[in-house]
């Protein structure tokens, strides 16, 4: 077969951005490989869903066969060493061994050293030594921001040449016209954010995305009279016991409000109804929430950590990701209704230059059919 995608990550009830990301593409890359090419999804449980509509020529192949951890290394591998395809993508995992000699990996960054607290002692290893593999035996290797490029040319002494970048994009959903009135009151509604305007963070709740210096921050704000409230999108991760210390220690518990996970249809509302969305992340590869919130044509402001600027451009207040101060005040300043509708215009612009359509043909322009097809 010319080209297999291991599809495992995206077939999972509860998506966030890595899942989402490997969906997108897939469902991207439908519409747009050459309907003569033979496509097969590998994956460790049937596809569900969306993912399941396949086009002619195109499969799914479920491995179920033990063990259920290291799914890549051991069930694709054995898999590689019997059924050969041409070509390999490896959006979200590790590439297997036996891999084929046209196989692209795509890494999203290295948190595992950035953050190693992050992560167990064995996760810092196997990511490392995903990545050296990768380096060594990969076809191509793809980065979702030129940041993410960056850091594995300095660190892991890449070669330029040998990195193409692909920037991400956003769901559709996060479409402000798309999203009628009488949607978002229901929203409201359901998660009891009836009445006082909000500001919104969504994310993991843990200590990469500095959720604990958030409410610090909206304490400061709410001292100096503001009337807002803050709404916490998103599961815990590492380090949620410095954000649960601080929301238990914050005299303004009854205006912070968690909803843990909530479905991409209720998430694209509660974007569009909010004051403006606030991501002070410690570390980002790229930050899909920051143009969900443009789409929804929501007000952001945001970290300089990581690729965000290269996300933003010049449509965010962007600041320091420990600046206490600075974000208070433009907390303050972006209510501001003549600045909160210039920064709605320019989200809305600049959320236009990303589309996961984008996304998937520079993805399929760096794979073996992509290259023979020309495309």
């Given at each position: 077969m010319p080209l297999a995608?291991?599809?495992s990550r995206a077939n999972r009830g509860q998506r966030t951005g890595v899942e989402w990301f490997v969906f997108?593409?897939?469902?991207?890359?439908?519409?747009?490989?050459?309907?003569?090419?033979?496509?097969?999804?590998?994956?460790?449980?049937?596809?569900?869903?969306?993912?399941?509509?396949?086009?002619?020529r195109w499969r799914s192949r479920v491995l179920r066969w033990p063990p259920k951890k290291f799914w890549t290394v051991?069930?694709?591998?054995?898999?590689?060493l019997w059924h050969k395809p041409e070509a390999l993508l490896i959006p979200a995992h590790v590439p297997p061994f036996f891999a084929p000699p046209r196989t692209i990996m795509v890494i999203h960054d290295i948190g595992h050293l950035r953050f190693p607290a992050a992560y167990s002692w064995f996760e810092r290893w196997y990511a490392d030594w995903t990545i050296k593999r990768a380096k060594k035996n990969a076809w191509q290797i793809i980065a979702i921001s030129e940041f993410t490029k960056k850091e594995l040319m300095e660190v892991y002494g890449f070669y330029?040449?040998?990195?193409?970048?692909?920037?991400?994009?956003?769901?559709?959903?996060?479409?402000?016209?798309?999203?009628?009135?009488?949607?978002?009151?229901?929203?409201?509604k359901r998660y009891g954010l009836d009445g006082a305007p909000y500001f919104l963070y969504v994310g993991r709740?843990?200590?990469k995305k500095n959720t604990a210096f958030l409410i610090r921050a909206f304490d400061e704000f709410k001292k100096m009279g503001g009337a807002l409230r803050l709404v916490l999108v998103g599961k815990p991760g590492f380090g949620y016991e410095e954000t649960v210390v601080a929301i238990d220690a914050s005299p303004n518990q009854k205006d912070i409000i968690e909803l843990g996970y909530v479905q991409a249809d209720d998430l694209a509302a509660l974007y569009a109804a909010a004051a403006a969305f606030l991501f002070p992340s410690l570390y980002e590869g790229f930050?899909?929430?920051?143009l969900e919130a443009f789409g929804s044509g929501t007000p952001?402001?945001?970290?300089?950590?990581?690729?965000?600027?290269?996300?933003?451009?010049?449509?965010?207040i962007l600041l320091p990701p420990d600046d206490l101060l600075a974000w208070v005040g433009a907390m303050q300043k972006i209510l501001d209704p003549s600045l909160a509708t210039a920064l709605r215009e320019k989200g809305r612009e600049r959320a236009a230059a990303f589309s996961w359509e984008k996304t998937a043909r520079g993805i399929l322009a760096e794979t073996y059919v992509g290259r023979i097809h020309n495309l």
């Open positions: 995608i291991d599809v997108f593409v897939t469902d991207g890359l439908k519409k747009i490989v050459p309907p003569e090419t033979e496509v097969v999804l590998y994956s460790e449980t049937p596809l569900a869903g969306d993912l399941s509509k396949l086009p002619p051991c069930r694709l591998s054995w898999e590689m330029a040449e040998k990195i193409a970048v692909v920037p991400l994009a956003a769901d559709q959903k996060f479409n402000r016209p798309k999203i009628l009135l009488e949607k978002i009151a229901a929203v409201k709740l843990e200590k930050g899909i929430p920051v952001v402001i945001a970290s300089t950590s990581g690729a965000i600027p290269e996300v933003t451009g010049n449509a965010a």
